[in-house]
């Protein structure tokens, strides 16, 4: 089965940075064949699409409310995809879970991220 373990998530002043990665294996195929996602969940509010990229990683997508603040990459050889989120707002205080594109659908354990003074 599928593994994905999120990781580099913590406390963040407003505007700063945090890099987040997520280590996948167990894939019955290569890696490099599945896209991958970031979604997240606020408190009180229900899992949303954060960014998505293809199993080359020629496309990205994005939710608009973090274009131009976060970049979603991977790298194929080493099975991980990668969230950079710069300008970090309140309002991106979620925990993030990254998924791939397989069914059913995998979910990592997730990681916080908190944006506070």
């Known amino acids: 089965q599928v593994q994905l373990v999120e990781s580099g998530g913590g406390l963040v002043q407003p505007g700063g940075s945090l890099r987040l990665s997520c280590a996948a294996s167990?894939?019955?195929?290569?890696?490099?064949?599945?896209?991958m996602s970031w979604y997240r969940q606020a408190p009180g509010k229900e899992r949303e699409l954060v960014a998505t990229?293809?199993?080359?990683?020629?496309?990205?997508n994005y939710a608009d409310s973090v274009k131009g603040r976060f970049t979603i990459s991977r790298d194929n050889a080493k099975n991980t995809v990668y969230l950079q989120m710069n300008s970090l707002k309140p309002e991106d205080t979620a925990v993030y879970y990254c998924?791939?594109?397989?069914?059913?659908?995998?979910w990592g354990q997730g990681t916080q991220v908190t944006v506070s003074s």
């Open positions: 167990g894939f019955t195929f290569r890696f490099s064949s599945y896209a």
């Open positions: 998924s791939a594109g397989t069914f059913p659908r995998p």
């Open positions: 990229i293809t199993s080359g990683g020629a496309s990205t």
